[in-house]
């Protein structure tokens, strides 16, 4: 910070002093109120100015903790945006853009019709597109506080919501428009707001309604914004008519949308007894706190570094009030300081209080807007104090930044949990999903017939919503015609003209194969004639599946024949047999049940009980209804009793 006159920090809100040297006329009091405070300089243009370069590249720690996920991959939600636009031919401004779910015009039906092509067939450059409006979202806010504050200070505060992990979510998902947009809204505002542009002000409040709801929030904290002062009461007047005005016409339309629409609001499908039960005090709370954690990068969840990031934030807090206590420089800063204060924090209550409506299901990327009025608060209370309690403050939240989870590596066979009902990592893992899923049957079909089935086979948990139905599918090769067939629903009718499965594989790379419907029919055939205690025909449909699936790498389905095989060969008499049939299909996918139960059969036949307990616990423990198992691990366990061991 260069000061321009002497006497140490700057206070906020102070108003410039008379008595200094003045140009040849004397400036109206609607001038000097536009003056920043003493020891405040005009900031240079931006192109100039080193400290907007500085918040624009906020945006690089954000994506070098994504680095590895498949970046802008369209996913659920985006299926029926894309759909809607792209096979439906879009449709009404005043609709739900292809959901049933809220008014967002601006980031569906505008920014789907515009970008669809773009989203399906290049995702990065999407990705890319967001990080570049997040940039610009934080270069506006610097600008916005920079009105009245020094750089350093101001660039503290516009990067605030970027250094958090919750904010990787924003630019990685095309449907985190409407939050991206709504801050990216809000920050115009502010902007246009410090700049004293009632119009353009109102244009970007009413970009950011048309994103999300929540710019009711900008709305309402636009015209109190403290980097400016108004004239006199008319122009306060005139802001606030402007705005109750627009948030008023656009709350009419909204209703108007909603009933001719149909649409509905997450709250009205919430009917679990429980969940109303809960106070909407316990809620507000809940949403609080987990927005304060969200914002250090800390998880629903604790984990144990967090210790050491809340003990350095408490020092950080504790050292700015002791020097507001002690010395009297930092009380008179902080009484300048209190708009600001005020400002922020009910920028920040206001913000996050309506979270309370999605409890219990948290998603930490909902406090990125709350957080430009913590920024606010924390700035405010820490800066006069000491600009090193600021900087401290910065590299404690990079810290946490840096500790929180980064992509996965492999889709799991379960999300990682972290208290929240979606964050991150479970971003990146249905994104990894979908790319592989797309990347797969557009190498082996990149056209489908019209009419065509496709299957899914043995899917990790919690992604089958990805796909959004049908609309994955209908969306990759445009036709409203071709659909997905669940496992259940080919074992049910395997006479459907299935095309092919695509079969997902935790312990192999790559996780995805795809499984010869004949195949699959073969092993459905095999395993009733094994209920039949037919195991002549049953071991020739093994046989048979075998011999008809093309891709080596579809191990979950050959260790599935494999241990089918083994099942039978053990009923039949053929010990060895099983076990060889087995142990190859323990080797190509290790949860493989049956396999697990025949070699443990064979092991507690050979007293090595050890070895058995342990390959029947694991079989239980993911299939606690299979009795089988269930009664050969007690005859284990007994055994194990007897002898000692």
């Given at each position: 910070?260069?000061?321009?006159?002497?006497?140490?920090?700057?206070?906020?809100?102070?108003?410039?002093?008379?008595?200094?040297?003045?140009?040849?006329?004397?400036?109206?009091?609607?001038?000097?109120?536009?003056?920043?405070?003493?020891?405040?300089?005009?900031?240079?243009?931006?192109?100039?100015?080193?400290?907007?370069?500085?918040?624009?590249?906020?945006?690089?720690?954000?994506?070098?903790?994504?680095?590895?996920?498949?970046?802008?991959?369209?996913?659920?939600?985006?299926?029926?945006?894309?759909?809607?636009?792209?096979?439906?031919?879009?449709?009404?401004?005043?609709?739900?853009?292809?959901?049933?779910?809220?008014?967002?015009?601006?980031?569906?039906?505008?920014?789907?019709?515009?970008?669809?092509?773009?989203?399906?067939?290049?995702?990065?450059?999407?990705?890319?597109?967001?990080?570049?409006?997040?940039?610009?979202?934080?270069?506006?806010?610097?600008?916005?506080?920079?009105?009245?504050?020094?750089?350093?200070?101001?660039?503290?505060?516009?990067?605030?919501?970027?250094?958090?992990?919750?904010?990787r979510m924003l630019p990685a998902w095309p449907s985190h428009m409407c939050d991206l947009g709504a801050l990216l809204s809000a920050a115009l505002a502010l902007h246009e707001a410090a700049c004293r542009r009632l119009a353009t002000a109102m244009i970007a409040l009413l970009g950011?309604?048309?994103?999300?709801?929540?710019?009711?929030?900008?709305?309402?904290?636009?015209?109190?914004?403290?980097?400016?002062?108004?004239?006199?009461?008319?122009?306060?007047?005139?802001?606030?008519?402007?705005?109750?005005?627009?948030?008023?016409?656009?709350?009419?339309?909204?209703?108007?949308?909603?009933?001719?629409?149909?649409?509905?609001?997450?709250?009205?499908?919430?009917?679990?007894?429980?969940?109303?039960?809960?106070?909407?005090?316990?809620?507000?709370?809940?949403?609080?706190?987990?927005?304060?954690?969200?914002?250090?990068?800390?998880?629903?969840?604790?984990?144990?570094?967090?210790?050491?990031?809340?003990?350095?934030?408490?020092?950080?807090?504790?050292?700015?009030?002791?020097?507001?206590?002690?010395?009297?420089?930092?009380?008179?800063?902080?009484?300048?300081?209190?708009?600001?204060?005020?400002?922020?924090?009910?920028?920040?209550?206001?913000?996050?209080?309506?979270?309370?409506?999605?409890?219990?299901?948290?998603?930490?990327?909902?406090?990125?807007?709350?957080?430009?009025?913590?920024?606010?608060?924390?700035?405010?209370?820490?800066?006069?104090?000491?600009?090193?309690?600021?900087?401290?403050?910065?590299?404690?939240?990079?810290?946490?930044?840096?500790?929180?989870?980064?992509?996965?590596?492999?889709?799991?066979?379960?999300?990682?949990?972290?208290?929240?009902?979606?964050?991150?990592?479970?971003?990146?893992?249905?994104?990894?999903?979908?790319?592989?899923t797309r990347t797969l049957l557009q190498r082996h079909y990149p056209s489908l017939p019209k009419g065509a089935l496709v299957g899914h086979h043995h899917l990790p948990l919690m992604t089958g919503y990805a796909f959004s139905g049908d609309k994955a599918l209908q969306v990759w090769?445009?036709?409203?015609?071709?659909?997905?067939?669940?496992?259940?629903?080919?074992?049910?009718?395997?006479?459907?003209?299935?095309?092919?499965?695509?079969?997902?594989?935790?312990?192999?790379?790559?996780?995805?194969?795809?499984?010869?419907?004949?195949?699959?029919?073969?092993?459905?055939?095999?395993?009733?004639?094994?209920?039949?205690?037919?195991?002549?025909?049953?071991?020739?449909?093994?046989?048979?599946?075998?011999?008809?699936?093309?891709?080596?790498?579809?191990?979950?389905?050959?260790?599935?024949?494999?241990?089918?095989?083994?099942?039978?060969?053990?009923?039949?008499?053929?010990?060895?047999?099983?076990?060889?049939?087995?142990?190859?299909?323990?080797?190509?996918?290790?949860?493989?049940?049956?396999?697990?139960?025949?070699?443990?059969?064979?092991?507690?036949?050979?007293?090595?009980?050890?070895?058995?307990?342990?390959?029947?616990?694991?079989?239980?423990?993911?299939?606690?209804?299979?009795?089988?198992?269930?009664?050969?691990?007690?005859?284990?366990?007994?055994?194990?009793?007897?002898?000692?061991?």
């Open positions: 910070m260069v000061a321009r006159h002497g006497g140490g920090p700057p206070r906020l809100g102070d108003p410039p002093k008379p008595g200094r040297r003045q140009p040849p006329e004397e400036k109206r009091p609607a001038e000097r109120a536009q003056e920043p405070p003493r020891g405040v300089d005009l900031p240079p243009p931006v192109w100039r100015d080193p400290w907007a370069l500085a918040s624009a590249l906020a945006v690089v720690p954000l994506v070098l903790h994504s680095l590895g996920a498949p970046l802008g991959e369209p996913f659920a939600d985006d299926f029926d945006y894309l759909r809607h636009e792209l096979l439906e031919g879009g449709g009404s401004f005043f609709d739900g853009g292809g959901s049933t779910l809220w008014w967002r015009p601006l980031a569906r039906q505008v920014y789907f019709g515009l970008l669809s092509p773009l989203i399906v067939a290049r995702p990065g450059l999407v990705y890319a597109f967001h990080l570049l409006l997040l940039a610009i979202a934080s270069v506006l806010l610097y600008r916005a506080f920079r009105r009245r504050w020094p750089g350093s200070w101001s660039a503290a505060c516009g990067t605030f919501f970027l250094l958090a992990e919750s904010t950011s309604l048309l994103c999300k709801e929540v710019g009711v929030l900008a709305a309402l904290a636009v015209p109190l914004f403290p980097a400016w002062e108004a004239r006199d009461r008319r122009e306060r007047l005139t802001w606030l008519v402007a705005t109750a005005a627009l948030v008023g016409g656009w709350g009419i339309a909204y209703l108007a949308v909603q009933r001719h629409a149909h649409l509905i609001l997450p709250h009205q499908a919430i009917t679990d007894p429980e969940v109303l039960a809960v106070p909407l005090s316990l809620r507000v709370v809940w949403a609080l706190a987990n927005s304060v954690r969200a914002v250090f990068s800390m998880a629903a969840v604790r984990e144990r570094w967090e210790t050491g990031i809340e003990a350095g934030m408490a020092v950080v807090l504790g050292a700015a009030i002791w020097r507001i206590v002690t010395d009297r420089a930092s009380r008179s800063r902080l009484r300048g300081a209190l708009p600001w204060i005020s400002w922020g924090l009910a920028w920040f209550v206001l913000g996050t209080a309506p979270l309370a409506e999605v409890f219990p299901a948290w998603a930490p990327y909902r406090s990125a807007f709350g957080s430009i009025g913590l920024a606010a608060a924390l700035v405010s209370l820490l800066a006069p104090a000491g600009s090193w309690l600021l900087a401290a403050m910065v590299g404690l939240r990079l810290v946490a930044f840096s500790l929180s989870p980064g992509p996965p590596r492999l889709v799991t066979a379960a999300p990682m949990e972290s208290g929240a009902a979606f964050d991150f990592p479970k971003l990146a893992r249905l994104e990894k999903f979908v790319r592989e090769y445009r036709d409203t015609t071709i659909r997905w067939v669940s496992f259940e629903e080919f074992s049910a009718r395997p006479d459907l003209p299935l095309l092919t499965l695509v079969e997902y594989q935790a312990h192999r790379e790559p996780q995805l194969a795809l499984v010869d419907a004949g195949a699959m029919r073969a092993l459905l055939r095999a395993m009733e004639y094994s209920k039949q205690s037919e195991w002549d025909a049953a071991l020739a449909e093994l046989q048979r599946a075998d011999s008809l699936q093309q891709d080596p790498d579809a191990a979950v389905l050959l260790a599935t024949i494999a241990a089918k095989r083994a099942i039978l060969l053990s009923t039949i008499g053929d010990s060895l047999g099983a076990e060889h049939e087995a142990l190859r299909g323990y080797a190509l996918w290790p949860d493989n049940p049956d396999s697990r139960y025949v070699i443990a059969k064979r092991r507690f036949a050979q007293g090595r009980l050890a070895e058995a307990q342990a390959l029947l616990d694991t079989v239980v423990a993911l299939g606690p209804g299979d009795k089988g198992a269930a009664t050969l691990l007690g005859r284990v366990r007994e055994a194990r009793a007897r002898l000692g061991r």
